[in-house]
């Protein structure tokens, strides 16, 4: 999986689950980070959510399950 591909896992589901539109979570969970996964072996993404107590709350809620099935992606 790319970090272009997770990014619009993560949006998809988030207006899924919570409603709202894609450019309101494309701007919540903002760019995925893709770091060395030598240096970070388990989970070699990250994001930094911005927005409302609640869709920073929701994004954080969403990437503890995302991280469990997807920890490692590519850059591309």
């Known amino acids: 999986m ?4 997770l ?4 949006i998809t589901t988030l207006v899924r689950k919570a409603g709202g539109s ?9 760019p995925v980070r893709v770091l060395d996964a030598a240096t970070h072996p388990h989970c070699n993404w990250s ?5 409302s107590h609640s869709e920073i709350a929701a994004v ?11 920890p490692i ?3 591309r």
């Open 2 to 5: 790319t970090a272009s591909e």
């Open 47 to 51: 994001v930094a959510p911005s927005g």
């Open 60 to 70: 954080e809620r969403l990437l503890d399950d995302v991280r469990l099935s997807h």
């Open 73 to 75: 992606v590519s850059g």
């Open 7 to 10: 990014q619009d896992l993560l």
């Open 22 to 30: 894609r450019r309101q979570w494309r701007i919540a969970i903002g």
